[in-house]
């Protein structure tokens, strides 16, 4: 069974940062193409960043040259670097992957910038 545990989020101050990370086990597979979301409240879930096993990335425009996106495929585990983070990043960000055409997604992990 494949399963995506997120961690790292919490509460950060406007222009801190925060790294999350994203383990995926059950799969003996690595993911083609990994990514992070967000969904705030009464909004819906929005890409963030994505990644492929080839490590091309592609960004939402509010985090470019903010947030980076990178994986470790040895370790099956991807991380979402976050800096100068802005009140308007506040949401529960969900990490997914995808194994042979297959969609898997986290239980989520709450960040909150503010003061």
């Known amino acids: 069974q494949v399963q995506l545990v997120e961690s790292g989020g919490g509460l950060v101050q406007p222009g801190g940062s925060l790294r999350l990370s994203c383990a995926v086990s059950?799969?003996?597979?690595?993911?083609?193409?990994m990514g992070w979301y967000r969904q705030a409240p009464g909004k819906q879930r929005d890409l963030v960043a994505s990644?492929?096993?080839?490590?091309?990335?592609n960004y939402a425009d509010s985090v470019k040259g903010r947030f980076t996106i990178s994986r470790d495929n040895a370790k099956n585990t991807m991380y979402l670097q976050m800096n100068t983070l802005k009140p308007e990043d506040t949401a529960v960000y969900y990490c997914?992957?995808?194994?042979?055409?297959?969609?898997?997604w986290g239980q989520g992990t709450q960040v909150t910038v503010s003061s």
């Open positions: 990644i492929t096993i080839g490590s091309t990335t």
């Open positions: 059950g799969s003996f597979l690595r993911p083609y193409a």
């Open positions: 997914n992957a995808v194994i042979r055409s297959v969609s898997y």
